[in-house]
């Protein structure tokens, strides 16, 4: 949990794919038969708003959502790209928001933070962050090697230490992951399944060879009794 809240910026990356405010038809994107170096220029333009990252933790009960943006929206926000997950009986919701800046508003990031906490029934963490607007940054790295990763099987402690630490290894970051763990057919055994995307950014490593990482991941399954899966991710 991110518990500083003055004066640090989120700089944006490749998963907001398309910044507010701005038309797929304003992004001019350069690409060479030779590279696979893929440049994008976002269009800026003045803007009287600022970026903030909101996200909030909460019991789950119908309304939580309507709750938390009708505090945004009476703030003057407007809710861009968010993502949402319901764990445990926990519902995380993460917007990027974009609301009046302080000339135009007299809303404070901790203003906000405190109204979410105390008005939103259930609510046991709120934090809002300043945040880089994604039209004024270049916010397309480009990816050297992206893999697909799925394990399965008996469930185990640290098993997802134990695979991330392989990625991290290989300076492979985790682009998005699921896990679930489920009674087997047969037994009283869980299942634990763990799936996701890691990637590579240009440069990559002179030694980089995603089939030794699949190897070093696959002898790593087999000393947990479970089935592991790395495959390239091949661009369309």
Known sequence: MISSLSQRAIVPTWRLMTPIGVKLSDIT???TTTTSTT?????????NNKCVVVHTIGK???GIVADVTRIVTAKG???GESHSQLVGGHFSLMMLVEIPSAENNNTTLEGLQD???????????????EAVDPRKVEVCPTIG???????????????????????????????????SREEAPFGGTELFTMEGKSVAYEPLASNFDWLKIKEE?????????????FDEVTKS
């Open 29 to 31: 994107s350069t690409t």
């Open 39 to 47: 440049s994008c220029q976002f269009t800026t333009f003045p803007s």
């Open 60 to 62: 789950d009960r119908p």
């Open 77 to 79: 926000g407007n809710v």
């Open 115 to 129: 109204q979410l906490r105390k008005e939103v029934e259930g609510m046991s963490s709120a934090e809002c962050l």
């Open 145 to 179: 090697f992206a893999g697909h990763f799925k394990l399965s099987g008996a469930d185990n402690s640290g098993i997802v230490h134990k695979l991330t630490t392989v990625l991290a290894a290989n300076s492979l970051t985790i682009g998005n992951m699921k896990t």
């Open 217 to 229: 991941l696959q002898e790593m399954g087999e000393s947990m009794n479970c089935d592991v899966e």
